[in-house]
């Protein structure tokens, strides 16, 4: 099975691209890249982003659609309108479910999506967007409204799928708790995904990586209840046994779902 990713390029090596990579090689997939962005970062924080322009980028894509099998689309860092616009005009085209990680701000705090290109990427791609992740700021942004409680994430969701999106899972791993719940909305149905939260700084890359193993877990011909919950128990595994690399926010493990055989409790609920 072969999958696509459609983002930036981390040189730290825990996000983007790379974390896209490693993620579909541990599920068994091959990945193939269009690179919208070269980042300057390190566990430390992004220190410089050079766009890639976006006929490259266009151009990128349309020569791995020509000539791959392409099962899955994900998209992370887009950056610009102009990117969003392109990526956009070239997936309605395909018949290929696509996950989009609506990527908008590092770990350390840099932009990583431009103000004006989130209107972009609403109007131009959720239209075509099979599963959205944000997590919660990036939902706070999508919607303009604060989320602090349980009732304010389901108005999120509901006002994302409104958006075109056909399912949309919000991440719950900037709330308080002692479980760090996801939950997940589609017309058709909810739910819940519940792990014991785990204390680490070593984080980098997180909503990179889960989208990448929910992509993988599409390209593989998962139902997306099932490629939802695998993504879960990958990312899961991936932050519980830290690398413990570099001086900042550390890379989650990507090797560790295989080595742990993929064993790993999670509690699938009714939201």
Do not use: W
């Amino acid at each position: 099975m072969i999958a696509l990713t459609v983002a930036g390029s981390d040189s730290g090596g825990g996000a983007g691209i790379q974390a896209d990579i490693k993620t579909f090689q541990e599920l068994g997939v091959f990945g193939t890249t269009a690179i919208t962005a070269l980042t300057d970062q390190n566990t430390l924080g992004v220190h410089g982003i050079f766009e890639v322009s976006p006929s490259f980028v266009q151009q990128q894509l349309q020569t791995v659609l020509d000539d791959f099998s392409i099962k899955a689309i994900k998209t992370g860092m887009l950056f610009s309108t102009e990117i969003i616009e392109v990526v956009a005009k070239i997936i309605q085209q395909q018949d290929i479910p696509l996950i989009v990680d609506p990527v908008m701000i590092a770990k350390g705090g840099a932009s990583l999506l431009q103000d004006e290109a989130i209107t972009t990427l609403i109007k131009k791609l959720f239209p075509y967007t099979t599963i959205c992740t944000p997590n919660i700021p990036e939902a706070e942004l999508l919607t303009g409204k604060r989320i602090k409680e349980v009732k304010d994430i389901e108005k999120a969701a509901q006002e994302i799928l409104q958006m075109g999106v056909e399912c949309v899972v919000i991440k719950g791993g900037h709330l308080d708790g002692e479980q760090a719940k996801d939950r997940v909305y589609s017309r058709l149905d909810s739910f819940s995904i519940t792990t014991p939260r785990i204390q680490t700084k070593d984080t980098h890359g997180t909503g990179c990586t889960f989208s990448a193993a929910l992509t993988a877990n599409i390209a593989k011909g998962l139902s997306i209840k099932e490629s939802i919950i695998e993504a879960k128990k990958f990312i899961h595994l991936a932050i519980s046994t830290p690398l413990h690399i570099g001086n900042g926010h550390g890379p989650t493990n990507h090797f560790a779902y295989n080595r742990q055989q993929g064993i790993c409790e999670v509690e699938v609920s009714g939201s």
